[in-house]
Nanobody
């Protein structure tokens, strides 16, 4: 079971990036998928998630309207489209997955069993 996050890079403020989270060894569609991010020296924070039971997506307030999760079942990959990026979005982004995350724990790191290695997003002019 493996998750691989990719797609990070350097982008100017206002720009866009699409992160990918590819799974191997299991089918992502049946899992709750979370995106988290971490700035050095700070705690990892939840960004968004897609609930496995119904596909509904949820976002932290700071990214609502700018970030969108989607998936490609054929590629067993989930995406995080990030638009209107701001310098404060700079972080290492991680994807995580678990087959059974209760609603009250969707934003909790400890609820996710499988983690990708992280991909760095830098928003700077």
């Amino acid at each position: 079971v493996q998750l691989q996050a990719s797609g990070g890079g350097l982008v100017q403020p206002g720009g866009s990036l699409r992160l990918s989270c590819a799974a191997s060894g299991f089918t992502l569609d049946y899992y709750t998928i979370g995106w988290f991010r971490q700035v050095p020296g700070k705690e990892r924070e939840w960004v968004s998630c897609r609930r496995g039971s119904d596909g509904n997506t949820f976002y932290t307030d700071s990214v609502k309207g700018r970030f969108t999760m989607s998936g490609d079942n054929a590629k067993n990959t989930v995406y995080l489209q990030m638009n209107s990026l701001k310098p404060e979005d700079t972080a290492v982004y991680y994807c995580a997955a678990d087959p059974s995350v209760i609603d009250s724990s969707l934003a909790s790191q400890s609820a996710y069993r499988y983690w990708g290695q992280g991909t760095l997003v830098t928003v700077s002019s």
